[in-house]
């Protein structure tokens, strides 16, 4: 009998370790994290009474965003850098025009941004280069222990992203993604009313960047002369969704992932390349049969705690711009594209509010009146402090400017950011591990836990005050 025993025991593990390794989950691999170091989570730093900015990539962002730091005090400009003389100059001027100190300028070539992140005089260096140099930039910045903020998508390979996470933790330095889509007044109110129960639990959550790039694509820096410039390139040589996070990130906000839950793995579909083929063919007359990126492409995501997301991206179709961001709850529904509105539980809505109101339910959103009573009971705490001024500096009509006080407002006070290095993971390796389904027949793909074991430390996303 026992002869018979042990060769079943044997077979029976070799079948569970046989379907762990079928399980047909592409895994990438996670780098043990380097002894003596632990998670940035709630990150504090020594306060920083002036900010002291270099600014790296002055083309059709960064500018705005130097001019929004004017607006908010114990901020001072130190560095401006950016490969096109005339790019650096003209923000310079703008500067002196309103009175404030020249800044330092750097320009000439591709690499000239290394003498930027080294010098001494400078907090934090503030990225928006082309995608190819973010991380790159980013690295240095955080090896010559500055912090750093990253326009979106901040990284764009999970080489970049574990790097960005290893150096944060090893340098206790911030490295934040500029995603301003999560201080979207919208987006900020909804956040709160699911911080507050009134949607319940989510359970589903979709985002989205559908936006026809074709006003903009010949205006992006030429990293090739005969190219439409590096953002077609991209889009040229990558499969994928390219820019994942203003989709992605005030969703996982509100499914408080790594605060709680984590996302698991994704799945990809996309359709065939139609549209920006066409538009290289119309400008340049050149014909392209190995274009990547499909016209349209949709990802679904399943998170530990049973919940669903939905990110989809398209830059070429004849669409309204949407990103979607649409929350479903066990006791309501918000959505945001193409129209605002809230669907509750008629026992979710405040009776001070349905009082004037018969037969409220959740088959229709609320009318205008209720969403507006809604929208202003539900205001966030930090929007309460800054709403006016964000509308009059502007930047997407204000939540940029809210995202760099908001990162300024933490840096002086040495209190924990917003958003994290985990976020900024999270959030951008949708683009390598989209592709890398795209690329094996829509398998799965595992998103690896960034925070390495933190990932329940905390309850939800908080904005320090
Ligand atoms: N968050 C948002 O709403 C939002 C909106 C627009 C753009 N963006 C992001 O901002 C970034 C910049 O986009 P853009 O539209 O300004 O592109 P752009 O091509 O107009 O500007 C990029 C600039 O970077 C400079 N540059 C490139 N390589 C450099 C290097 N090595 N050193 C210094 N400068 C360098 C170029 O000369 C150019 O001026 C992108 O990542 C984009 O995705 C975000």
Redesign the pocket.
């Known amino acids: 009998m026992k002869k018979l025993i042990l060769p079943l025991v044997a077979a029976c593990l070799l079948l569970v370790g046989c379907c762990k390794e079928q399980d047909h989950v592409i895994r990438t691999k996670v780098p043990v994290r380097p002894a003596g170091q632990t998670d940035v989570l709630q990150l504090r730093t020594d306060p920083i009474p002036t900010v002291r900015v270099a600014f790296?990539?002055?083309?059709?962002?960064?500018p705005g965003a130097v001019n929004r730091m004017t607006h908010i005090d114990g901020v001072e400009i130190v560095a401006l850098?950016?490969?096109?003389e005339s790019?650096v100059k003209k923000v310079n001027k703008k500067l002196i025009d309103k009175g404030l100190p020249a800044a330092q300028e750097f320009y000439g070539d591709?690499?000239?941004?290394r003498q930027v992140t080294k010098l001494p005089n400078v907090d934090l260096v503030y990225i928006?280069?082309?995608?190819l140099?973010?991380a790159k930039i980013g690295i240095q910045a955080l090896k010559d222990d500055k912090h750093v903020a990253i326009?979106?998508?901040s990284a764009m390979n999970m080489e970049e992203i574990w790097e960005l996470i290893n150096l944060s933790e090893q340098k206790r330095k911030h490295c934040l993604p500029?995603e301003?889509c999560c201080y979207d007044f919208f987006e900020l109110t909804t956040l709160n009313m699911v911080q507050q129960g009134v949607l319940g639990e989510v359970l589903h959550g979709e985002g989205a960047y559908i936006h026809g790039l074709q006003p903009y694509w010949n205006?992006?820096?030429k990293n090739d002369a005969d190219s439409l410039?590096?953002r077609m390139d991209y889009n040229k040589k990558h499969r994928g969704d390219l820019y994942p996070t203003h989709g992605i990130g005030p969703v996982c906000q509100a499914m408080n992932i790594h605060r709680g839950d984590k996302m698991n793995f994704l799945v990809s579909v996309d359709t065939k390349a139609v549209g920006n083929p066409a538009f290289i063919k119309e400008k340049m007359g050149k014909e392209v049969t190995d274009f990547r990126n499909g016209d349209h492409t949709s990802t679904l995501i399943r998170t530990e705690k049973g919940k669903t997301i939905l990110i989809e991206h398209d830059v070429t179709s004849p669409r309204p711009y949407s990103r979607m961001y649409q929350l479903t709850g066990t006791k309501g529904f918000a959505n945001k594209y193409p129209v605002q509105g809230f669907a509750l539980d008629a026992g979710s809505i405040d009776p001070a509010i349905a009082a004037n109101h018969e037969n409220l339910n959740a088959h229709s959103f609320v009318p205008n009146d209720v969403r507006k009573e809604l929208m202003e009971k539900y205001k966030h705490p930090i929007v309460k402090d800054i709403e006016e001024k964000a509308k009059t500096v502007g930047g997407?009509g204000g939540m940029d400017f809210i995202m760099d006080y908001r990162l300024i407002y933490c840096l002086q006070r040495g209190l924990p950011l917003d958003m994290d290095v985990y976020d900024l993971a999270e959030w951008c390796c949708l683009i390598p591990l989209t592709e890398l389904s795209l690329d094996n027949n829509s398998a799965p793909v595992e998103i690896p836990d960034f925070t390495r074991g933190a990932w329940d430390k905390l309850d939800k996303v908080t904005f320090a005050q």
Do not use: F, K, Q
């Open positions: 790296i990539g002055l083309g059709m962002r960064g850098c950016d490969v096109v790019n591709t690499s000239v941004w928006a280069t082309d995608w140099h973010h326009e979106v998508p500029l301003n205006s992006y820096w410039g590096w997407h």
